[in-house]
Nanobody, 121 residues
Framework: QLQASGGGLVQPGGSLRLSCAAS????????LGWFRQAPGKEREFVAV????????LYADSVKGRFTISRDKAKDTIYLQMNDLKPEDTAVYYC????????????????WGQGTLVTVSS
């Protein structure tokens, strides 16, 4: 129902843009977010965008480097990641939640399959 794409291998300081598209149903009335999970670590919140696209919230670790955006006509969200660091290496997941502002994975009811981002020289 949510399909993430755009991951890959990038050098430190580089950029990537992740996409997450809805399929089979619409999530236009949901807040949509990104989480990530590094090897051996818990899944953590990265960013979320409100239903309207007018409000965004970021984890402190990515603030100023990552930008979440939303195209409601395409029912797709994006995560533009700039100035990537090795510690950004993780599987990135998109998720849909009923309300904006949630930062805990338990508050999201729908998940995409994940896309791997590797930051390495």
């Amino acid at each position: 129902q949510l399909q993430a794409s755009g991951g890959g291998l990038v050098q430190p300081g580089g950029s990537l843009r992740l996409s997450c598209a809805a399929s089979g149903r619409t999530f236009s009335n949901y807040a949509l977010g990104w989480f990530r999970q590094a090897p051996g670590k818990e899944r953590e919140f990265v960013a979320v965008i409100s239903e309207s696209g007018g409000s965004t919230l970021y984890a402190d670790s990515v603030k100023g480097r990552f930008t979440i955006s939303r195209d409601k006509a395409k029912d797709t969200i994006y995560l533009q990641m700039n100035d990537l660091k090795p510690e950004d290496t993780a599987v990135y997941y998109c998720a849909a939640g009923r309300y904006y502002g949630f930062i805990h994975r338990e508050e999201y009811g729908y998940w995409g399959q994940g896309t791997l981002v590797t930051v390495s020289s």
